[in-house]
């Protein structure tokens, strides 16, 4: 169970951000997480909470978006997903591919809110 | 100086910028903003420094993954055994508690570093950054990084090896691939250990292993090797031997 030690490298990003920004505090926070990326979208929607306590972000809402396994065959050039375990060509079954996504473990997009002077 | 830990690296360690783009413009008080990084990546640039110490000092690094008692230990005991006079080894051993491993590669009188990690269930960069303190690399040739023994976890954090070596024993099923993709996939070698026992297990085909292997995208050479020596055990000397001998020529 790593997506703790995830958790809180995404948590000391955002905090960063939040500084930069000014943010009083963040609402929602977007991650993109492969199929082949070593990490469980349901398992870092838990140890969030945990990792993001006391922090500017303790109240955001994870919002994980979950990246599918594509291939590109070598052979016929297809672009097909496939299962993590099974990285073979959806069009023509060769086994010569790359994995062109599927491999990100990505912080995307940070919503905040600031003290802020903006016009009411 | 390295200003992270004040190690005698320079700036090679110095981070990234961080790439952001301001967003949607600001709905009062709410604001957004795109950044594309990667969540580890912390991690990574530590990763990139430790691999800046070792190509400073032409160090070999070798992270040897797999699961718990699949025979990693036994391994280096007898690589270094094999290697004796000719290379100069050095490990850092990973695990949740003890000196065990470390002491027994102690005894086959290299030095050794034992990292115990709690209940951390992976070696991260800055333990192993950490460990290199203790470890003077002059004149090293090979350090070998045992991590914890976790299909899982480990392979999702860089400590900046040069190579990954993921180990595969006879007495594990030979669909293991097909159910830890994420590890055997990204190793650039891996051994198939403990083969002096396969006419005991019948269960295990390394035909069947090695096709799991091809099935989750694996492209590296794939060895069988037992502790007790023979072939394998040989090629696998023969492959450090000639990655030592590219890396010297790459530093050269």
Request: charged fraction near 20%.
């Amino acid at each position: 169970m790593h997506e703790l030690a995830v958790c809180q490298a995404l948590i000391e990003q955002v905090e960063r951000i939040a500084r930069e920004q000014g943010a009083r505090r963040v609402l929602s926070i977007t991650v993109s997480v492969g199929a082949l990326s070593g990490t469980e979208a349901r398992l870092l929607e838990h140890a969030y909470p945990i990792a993001a306590a006391g922090t500017v972000g303790a109240q955001a809402a994870l919002v994980v978006e979950s990246v599918p396994v594509s291939v590109r065959c070598r052979e016929c050039r297809a672009e097909t997903e496939a299962a993590p375990n099974r990285l073979l060509c959806g069009a023509c079954g060769d086994w010569h591919v790359d994995v062109v996504a599927g491999e990100e473990l990505l912080l995307r997009r940070v919503e905040f809110e600031t003290a802020g002077d903006a016009v009411h | 100086m390295c200003r992270d830990c004040g190690c005698s690296l320079g700036p090679s360690a110095a981070r990234a910028p961080f790439a952001t783009q301001p967003a949607a413009a600001s709905h009062g008080h709410v604001e957004s903003i795109e950044v594309i990084t990667a969540i580890l990546d912390a991690n990574d640039q530590v990763a990139a420094h430790n691999r800046a110490h070792f190509d400073a000092q032409g160090v070999l690094a070798v992270n040897l993954m797999s699961s718990p008692g699949s025979g990693k230990t036994s391994l280096l005991e007898a690589t270094i055994r094999a290697l004796q006079g000719e290379l100069a080894v050095a490990v850092i051993e990973g695990d949740l508690a003890t000196e065990n491993d470390a002491a027994r590669i102690r005894a086959c009188g290299v030095p050794a570093v034992q990292i115990t990690t709690g209940n951390a269930c992976h070696l991260d960069a800055q333990m192993v950054h950490e460990a290199l303190h203790e470890l003077p690399l002059a004149g090293l040739d090979v350090l070998f990084i045992e991590n914890v023994g976790n299909l899982v976890c480990p392979a999702s954090f860089d400590l900046g090896a040069h190579l990954d070596v993921t180990l595969l024993s006879v007495t594990e099923g030979d669909d293991k691939p097909a159910k830890y993709p994420v590890m055997f996939r990204a190793g650039d070698l891996t051994l198939i250990s403990k083969v002096d026992l396969l006419p005991h297990i019948e269960e295990f085909s390394v035909e069947r292993a090695r096709e799991s292997l091809r099935q989750v995208g694996f492209g590296g050479r794939i060895l069988e090797v037992s502790k007790r020596g023979g072939d394998g055990l040989a090629a696998w000397i023969g492959w450090l031997r000639s990655e030592v001998a590219s890396r010297r020529a790459a530093a050269a």
